[in-house]
Structure formats: structure tokens, C-alpha cells
């Protein structure tokens, strides 16, 4: 079993920030990459931004220059510093890991936290 909690959501007037946590924990092998996923009303759940474990970030056009993403690889923690932000960004965030369990897995998994509600009031 693998456990993500994650934490840092709330209310925020448009032009501030909020900065979200994730760790992740339990039956781990490795970690490829941890990201941020968000999902509006109404809308299909979005990428946010993702880094893997070389480094690489990977951000949607909506949030660049705004949000930044970051890792603590020997923690399994990524951080969302989101600056900036509008009403647009308004969304439960949801946090990502993929990686395996197990070293004899020979597909990753995905896992996924519970959500974190982030609120723009303009």
C-alpha cells in the first residue's frame, strides 16, 4: 500500500499564493516522477505540473510563470508553489506519484492523494 497526503489548500484572494505538500509513503521501491493534477467543476481532471526523478519539470501553459514545482527525492515529497493565482485555478488538486512497489514489477503504478481544495475568490 502506498499513502500520499497532501496538504496546503484553502482560500486565497486572486493575486496571492498558496504553496501544496505531498508525501508520499508505504510499500515503495522507487519513485519516477511526482506531480500535481487538479479538477474543476465540471471539467476533466488537468496536469498541473510534474518532475521526475533526473529533474525534469513538465508544466501546463495555464500555470507557467505562476506555479513551480519541486521535489525532496529522499523524503518522496513534491511541493506546488502556486503564485499569482485567479479564478481559473480554482480546482481540488490532486497529487500524483508513479513508480513500482516492488523491484520484480515490470509496470509502474500510479497512485493518487486524496485532494486538496484550492479556492480563488476574485
Known amino acids: 500500500q502506498v499513502q500520499l497526503v497532501e496538504s496546503g489548500g484553502g482560500l486565497v484572494q486572486a493575486g496571492g499564493s498558496l504553496r501544496l505538500s505531498c508525501a508520499a509513503s508505504?510499500?515503495?521501491?522507487?519513485?519516477?516522477?511526482m506531480g500535481w493534477y487538479r479538477q474543476a467543476p465540471g471539467k476533466q481532471r488537468e496536469l498541473v505540473a510534474t518532475?521526475?526523478?533526473?529533474?525534469?519539470?513538465n508544466y501546463a501553459d495555464s500555470v507557467k510563470g505562476r506555479f513551480t514545482i519541486s521535489r525532496d527525492n529522499a523524503k518522496n515529497t513534491v511541493y506546488l508553489q502556486m503564485d499569482s493565482l485567479n479564478s481559473e485555478d480554482t480546482a481540488v488538486y490532486y497529487c500524483n506519484a508513479r513508480g513500482y512497489s516492488d523491484y520484480r514489477n515490470q509496470y509502474f503504478e500510479d497512485w493518487w492523494g486524496q485532494g486538496t481544495q484550492v479556492t480563488v475568490s476574485s
Open positions: 518532475k521526475n526523478s533526473g529533474g525534469g519539470t
Open positions: 508505504g510499500s515503495i521501491f522507487t519513485i519516477v516522477a
